[in-house]
């Protein structure tokens, strides 16, 4: 609606997750480095937590994007199922072309589906999103499945994606065995202001703008609103631009982006949650 208008080429704060709008910031460049290092290494488990709407689910995406064909990924975007139908879907990813009727036949097939894949000398990981929705039965099953290995190299590796409460879980009486089996962790932080100044600017390039759209004042004031989450980051700024666009605005200055406030009636208490949340995180990291 408003493309023409701001001379853009496409629209540059979608809330979905799109590469090729990535922006890899110090802390999402951190987080990235994890999981590449989490690859190279093999390293069995992998966690990496983030608030509701910090980039997760896309650096996900931008690390399928560069994984070799050499290694066998299987990506579980909702893990909220029984642990068969969780199995079989895991058989479906990797392409093990069966269907299980019970945990037995599964576990035998797994197996020897990953003795196969070592031989041939190929990796296999597993990368559950949402993590937080498993339950505790799904995870011990996950767990137990880690336990199929050669004496001397593992043959699967499990990264968990998920929200900060995630953590919490993993630090309760009976899932010792599996957080403290996690090698790597990182817990992507918000964004802070200069880094919201630059990842709008980026996202308005990247769309095809030529020039600055948001004012300086403005990308901070969308910072103080969104506590430099991504998502928030986006919905304020596409709401701006249309509002811009109604009222003739060809710059998005601070009185379009309080406007946006009301309009997407965003709470003044969302930065203060948000940095509790931070807090909260760095309390149970493990």
């Known amino acids: 609606m408003y493309l023409q208008f701001y001379e853009l080429k496409a629209h540059p704060f979608k809330t979905n997750p799109d590469p090729k709008f990535l922006w890899l910031g110090e802390k999402h460049n951190e987080a990235f480095a994890t999981l590449e290092y989490g690859i ?44 068969l139908g969780f199995f079989n879907y895991l058989s479906e990813e990797l392409g093990m072309n069966g269907k299980f009727d019970n945990k037995s036949d599964f576990l035998i097939g797994f197996r020897e589906f990953l003795v196969k894949a070592n031989m041939e000398g190929r990796s296999v990981f597993i990368i559950i999103d949402e993590a937080q929705r498993l339950s505790q039965e799904l995870l011990e099953q996950i767990r137990l499945l880690s336990n199929i290995e050669l004496d001397d190299e593992k043959l699967i590796n499990i990264f968990f994606v998920g929200q900060s409460e995630f953590r919490e879980t993993l630090m309760k009486k009976g899932n010792e065995s599996i957080s403290q089996r996690m090698t790597l962790s990182y817990h992507i932080q918000p964004l802070n202001e200069s880094e919201t100044i630059n990842y709008i600017e980026h996202r308005v390039k990247v769309a095809g703008s030529r020039r600055s759209i948001f004012t300086i004042q403005a990308s901070k004031t969308v910072h103080s609103l969104s506590g430099g989450i991504p998502r928030l980051i986006n919905s304020i700024c596409d709401c701006a631009l249309l509002n811009g666009f109604i009222s003739d605005r060809e710059v998005i200055t601070q009185a379009l982006i309080n406007a946006c406030q009301a309009d997407l009636r965003i709470p003044l208490a969302t930065v203060a949650k948000q940095r509790q949340a931070i807090e909260d995180a760095k309390s149970t990291a493990i």
Do not use: C, E, W, Y
């Open 40 to 83: 190279l290494m093999r390293n069995g488990f992998i966690l990496l937590t983030g608030g509701i709407g910090t980039g997760k689910t896309t650096l996900i995406r931008h690390l399928m994007n560069k994984i070799s064909k050499q290694f066998r990924v299987a990506t579980i975007f909702d893990p909220d199922m029984p642990f």
